[in-house]
């Protein structure tokens, strides 16, 4: 299964190195993910509203009852659920819409948790100042501009708290919205008196982020939704697990205030019964959370990697220094209030003053952290008593590393850039570095070999821009297979040729470099070297060499017995390891953005009924390439539609214990 732009396509593989494509079929929206149990697949969409017609009724569900354009939240995140019983005929089982744009989402034993965050936009509830004229006149550091700000943060807060005493928790929460044909129905998601909650301690956001349950092994297909009031998360989940992490950014926009230290605010949830998601606490620590292998959950105590630390704030001559840190937290009561709270117990401090953490990966006992500077260092920290959390080793090597793969026992692989000096610091944009450490003695971690890969020799020159490569910033583009030793990484470069010929007419074209380049990987010594690749460019390259307009790295890749496959917006292929020779090949049709005007495709429509003709054809009734009824395709792509991303695609480890997983 593969989403490409706004295509699911279905690809048949009825012996390893066979790809026979079945079924296309269009998705509305912007596809973000998709998580597969059994015969039900889940593809999860990002909807906006602008992109619905005004007289569709699911605009209308999500406004205030007033004009085009007053909605409650501008974006949706859609569930469609399909029946892939017949894979060659996807057939729609339910559409699901919740208020709030996508974050992340997991399936475990059949339960699908999709985390969103909504930004409410209520009617007169404002989120800026109405300071006066003569405030912006005066100098910054004048008493009286900061008396004027205060003053009128007291007058918004007051009218904000007449508007909120006037609405009932229905208005606040986000909605599920339900498509059935032409019918939409509104799921009020509240428990009517909400006498259970929990309050942060303070935050400036009004937002909320929610955690979507949805029940695949239910015939009804069964969901409930749990709400928290914050900023845009971050999230780690394990089998038993759910961690939403999310910057508390207590008065950040209020220049000046240079006591503030930053906090994460953690949120836990017990994930272990299938289709429900359980409360059990929330804590604070200090410092910024980098993403969610900053995070982890094991045997009860949670462990947190953070930087804390006053960068960024260039009003302020000296500000407090970047160090890291890792924290363990454990549940607990709160003896005053009763309320369910993460205690923390214990603390490691004094990272490396002045860098932040580039990437962290926590296993069983361990905890590996990188942070970089100008150098990376890694640390291995001990965390087998959660009371007293003790760095073990430190080992300083050219380059950083932004995403750690534990291997074997005692083994790490890393994927990361390479250095830009011949001393070793700096960083090297455009040439990835693949490492492998040996951290058996945990006490004197020892690299055991680099590998520095780019698409082409020496880019940056010949008119190539810089290449990169998606696996450095998301793990999804790692592919790492233990049993043949061998790591998938995509790179990618392009350039703009031109010239002159021989009429003296000026030529121009777009050259794209795009492959997945093999590594063999040893995992007893730890040896790195180039296995292979498998090249995409001449999907990109078309005679004309007009420009792609869209994503033309090679996405994901996908190791099949003795056959790797590898999934880019132009096409599919299926490559055998042993002679690297292409099995298969399967050419997509292009994903081209088409954009519009919502507002004129109406008045068209009123010109044609008017006029006594018909109209357009609803897109509702588009069909597939198997004359079937497709999913909902009346959204055309965006701007931000995605090019051939599986994003959070079902993952074989997907239930796997916690740290372990990839999602």
Sequence with gaps: YYLNGQ???VIAVAEFGDLDLVANMTVEGSPQAMLLNGDRLVVISSVSAWNLRSADPLSQAMGWGGDYGSWRTSTLTKFTVLDMDDRSAPEVERELYIEGWYSTAREVNGSIRAVTHAWMDIPGLTSWLELPDGYYRLEYDDPLRRQLREQAAWEAIERN???????????MLPQVHERAGTTITTHHMSDGECADFSAPEEGMNRGFTSIFTLDLTTPTLEFEADHIVGNSPLVYASEDVLIVAEPSFAGWWFWGNDDLDESTNLHTFDISNPGTTLYTGSGRVNGTVLDQFSLSEHEGIVRVATTTGQWGRWWMDDPEP????VVTLERAADLETGEQILRQIGHVGGLAEGERIWSARF?????????????????????SDPTNPTVLGELEVPGVSTYIHPMSEGMLLTIGLAPANADGTGLDWSTTRIQTFDVSDPTTPTQNDHLDLAPVENPGEGGWSWGWSEATYEHKAFQYWAPKGLLAVPLSTYRYNSWTDASGDYRWSYEYVSKLMLVEVNETSGELSVY??????????????RWWGGETQIRRSIF????VVALSAGGVTATNLSTLNQSASVELDRQWPEYYNIWAEDAEEEEAKADGSEGKESDREAKGDDGKSTSDDRDRPDDDASDGEDRDRPDDDAGAAPDSDRQ
């Excluded at 970047?322 to 840190?325: A, P, W």
């Excluded at 292979?532 to 060499?545: I, N, Q, T």
Aim: aromatic share 10%; no cysteine; proline share 4%.
């Design 7 to 9: 295509t699911l396509h």
């Design 161 to 171: 708290r007449e508007v909120i005493d006037g609405l009932v928790l229905e208005d």
């Design 322 to 325: 970047m160090v890291s840190h």
């Design 363 to 383: 296993t069983d006992d361990m905890a590996y952290v990188v942070t970089f500077e100008q150098i990376d260092p890694l640390w291995t920290i001990d965390l």
């Design 532 to 545: 292979g690749e498998v090249d995409h460019s001449l999907f990109f390259d078309p005679e004309d060499g």
């Design 560 to 563: 099949m017995g003795d056959f």
